[in-house]
């Protein structure tokens, strides 16, 4: 079964820094997706971005990115410019390329926490 | 384009009652997936199901839970008999269809908060 590890409870970061948010997942599947989702006060699960295990090149949504170690299975978000908006329950979260791939597997979540 | 409803929003119980919680997909989306969300944790899927069909239900408790997704009308969660522990936040998300190949997008709904008194 996979795993799905975010070892940050909590995080905070000053209004236009930048932070990262570790995620680190288990399988032994050699393609996949992987996703931050971010959740607001609101409760409502957006997606922030995704990842396709077999391409290389990190995904990038505007002030949103990932650095993708395949190897170290390893899958950060980077958020660049930090906004008050973006407080947030951030999930990472993975799903198998086929078959059950309907099946979402989340970590339990990082608090960010954006300060003025 | 309306995104996925939920309802209601709050729901609260008392132990040995019925709970149901309801949710409607996209438009266009045939595809329904209930996740339960306890306190502190991520969120755990329970039920995949198309149009009168549960096609997926290896994460749905054995007993007390069912799930429907008739061919006219929402999609329901139902829970019997509730108890304390089922207090969580109750999530349903709708995609176009699911590929043996590609990913089709989860498009979530806002949550059903569900209290167990």
């Known amino acids: 079964a996979q795993t799905v590890t975010q070892s940050q409870p909590e995080m905070s970061v000053q209004e236009a820094e930048t932070v990262t948010l570790s995620c680190t997942y288990d399988?032994?599947?050699?393609?996949?997706?992987l996703f931050w989702y971010k959740q607001p006060p609101s409760r409502q699960m957006i997606l922030v971005i995704r990842?396709?295990?077999?391409?290389?090149q990190n995904a990038t949504e505007n002030r949103f990115s990932v650095n993708f170690q395949k190897a170290a299975k390893s899958f950060s978000l980077k958020i660049s410019d930090s906004q008050l908006g973006d407080t947030a329950m951030y999930f990472c979260?993975?799903?198998?390329?086929?078959?059950?791939?309907?099946?979402?597997?989340f970590g339990k979540g990082t608090l960010l926490t954006v300060n003025p | 384009n309306a995104g996925v409803m939920q309802n209601p929003r709050h729901l609260v119980r008392r132990r040995g009652q019925e709970a149901r919680l309801r949710c409607s997909p996209m438009?266009?989306?045939?595809?329904v997936y209930w996740y339960r969300q306890l306190p502190e944790e991520g969120l755990k899927f329970m039920v995949y199901?198309?149009?009168?069909?549960?096609?997926?239900e290896s994460g749905m408790p054995k007993e007390r839970f069912s799930a429907e997704f008739p061919k006219e009308g929402p999609s329901i969660l139902r829970i019997q008999q509730v108890v304390r522990g089922d207090s969580a936040a109750y999530f349903c998300?709708?995609?176009?269809?699911?590929?043996?190949?590609?990913?089709?997008?989860?498009?979530f709904g806002p949550g059903t908060r569900l209290t167990v008194l």
């Open positions: 998300a709708s995609s176009l269809g699911t590929s043996g190949s590609s990913y089709n997008e989860q498009f």
């Open positions: 399988t032994s599947e050699n393609n996949y997706y």
């Open positions: 990842q396709e295990a077999y391409k290389q």
């Open positions: 979260a993975f799903s198998p390329p086929w078959g059950s791939n309907y099946k979402l597997t």
């Open positions: 438009k266009g989306h045939s595809h």
């Open positions: 199901l198309q149009k009168e069909n549960i096609i997926d």
